[in-house]
């Protein structure tokens, strides 16, 4: 069985300070990682992904995420939050043998101005 | 706009009744994903197809639930003798094949809001 906790249900951070969302999964074979946000009234988006290769990974928005195998994390990271990356940030996992996905619960991300 | 398309984007429905809903893919994708997403909840994975054929099941989807893709384009999610239950967001994703640079990424509908009175 594969699983993602995100353990902080709210972020709240000031605009022009580093963010950091945190993700941990546990799966039974190699991990496939994943960020999406998804804004107020629109569809999800993907964000980043970590399938193989180096450990920083770097997305859309200015995002970046580091996956941490002896830890199994793979932590959302931005050098300086916008006020517009105010949104709920899911973390995901695939084996990489399967295609179910499984979503942590999110983590909303507040930029205060 | 050429993304995913779901429809309805909302249903009100009486407990008992089947409901149906439709999902179409980005055109080049032949990877499509049904999800249910509850408040408060990231999306749950309920069936995946690549092309024509559905691969992968959760035990999520009862014998209530079933799913189609019978060309390998649009899909339709059904829901017979819905219950209170039932009520969700329902997301379809699609993908493209193994090959393409945004290869695992899944492009997201808008998604179907299913009220069960």
């Known amino acids: 069985a594969q699983s993602v906790a995100q353990p902080e249900d709210q972020v709240n951070v000031a605009e022009g300070n580093p963010l950091t969302v945190k993700c941990t999964y546990s799966v039974s074979g190699n991990p496939y990682l994943f960020w999406y946000v998804q804004y107020p009234n629109r569809g999800l988006q993907f964000l980043l992904k970590?399938?193989?290769?180096?450990?920083l990974v770097k997305g859309s928005y200015g995002f970046e995420a580091e996956f941490n195998k002896s830890q199994t994390s793979f932590h959302l990271k931005k050098p300086s939050a916008l006020v517009s990356d105010s949104a709920l940030y899911f973390c995901a996992v695939r084996d990489q043998g399967y295609q179910k996905v499984t979503f942590g619960t999110g983590t909303k991300l507040q930029v205060i101005p | 706009d050429t993304g995913v398309s779901q429809d309805p984007r909302h249903k009100i429905t009486k407990r008992g009744q089947n409901v149906t809903f439709r999902c179409d893919p980005i055109s080049e994708h032949n990877r499509l994903y049904w999800y249910r997403q509850t408040l408060g909840q990231g999306p749950e994975f309920l069936t995946y197809f690549q092309n024509e054929a559905q691969l992968e099941k959760s035990r999520l989807l009862s014998d209530r639930f079933s799913a189609e893709r019978p060309k390998g384009s649009f899909s339709t999610l059904e829901i017979q003798r819905t219950e209170q239950g039932d009520s969700a967001m329902y997301l379809c994703a699609s993908s493209t094949p193994k090959g393409y640079p945004s290869y695992n990424e899944q492009f997201f509908g808008p998604g179907t809001r299913l009220t069960v009175l």
């Open positions: 970590y399938i193989t290769g180096d450990n």
